[in-house]
């Protein structure tokens, strides 16, 4: 009995180090990226996460690799990005808490160099996207989404993405985010410019 307990232990350990191998070969998103987001919670008491997901550079350019041959921008857009993480929380609780909380984040995200360059509100809606901007380069892009008082959306990318490409990444997410694939971003906006 205690060679069968032994030899789960050190599966168990195994399957443990195979996967801390796994987050440093690029399988999920880089904490050390630029365009990581350092993002909070919408609140365990109003929301229920239902989707997680952390996606690195090794992952994307595979799910690259088998896109159809029509698809060359979103294929493109894949192979730049160094990180995806996706975050779908149901709206269980007062969805006005939420909001809020999703404007701290945008605020905390602000405060941390990141740029505001949309904010839609309609309604119990809202939609928030900010840019990481590094050496005049965007290297990373939050959209924070509230759809009413059944869902929330909180997307972060991470790796160069071109002005261009804002509606190919919803289309690659397979996300609706509210008029973002609408979204241009002015040449001539500095730094500290807002909209």
Request: hydrophobic share 40%; aromatic share 4%.
């Amino acid at each position: 009995m205690s060679n069968s307990i032994e030899g789960h232990r050190f599966a168990t350990w195994l399957l443990a180090a195979g996967l801390l191998a796994l987050t440093g070969c690029g399988i999920t998103a880089p904490r050390g990226n630029d365009g990581f987001a350092d993002l909070s919670s919408l609140g365990m008491s109003d929301t229920d996460r239902v989707i997680s997901l952390s996606i690195g550079p090794t992952l994307l350019r595979f799910a690259a690799s088998h896109m159809d041959d029509d698809e060359t921008e979103v294929k493109d857009l894949l192979r730049s990005l160094d990180g995806v993480r996706i975050r779908v929380y149901e709206v269980n609780g007062d969805s006005r808490r939420v909001a809020g909380r999703m404007d701290r984040m945008s605020g905390e995200l602000q405060a941390d160099g990141w740029e505001p360059v949309m904010l839609i509100r309609q309604e119990n809606e809202q939609a928030h996207m900010l840019l990481r901007m590094v050496d005049d380069r965007i290297c990373g892009m939050t959209v924070l989404v509230l759809d009413g008082e059944t869902e929330a959306v909180v997307i972060n990318l991470m790796g160069e993405i071109s002005p261009e490409h804002f509606g190919d990444v919803m289309v690659a997410l397979d996300m609706d985010a509210g008029g973002v694939d609408k979204v241009e971003v002015a040449a001539e906006a500095g730094p500290g410019s807002r909209g």
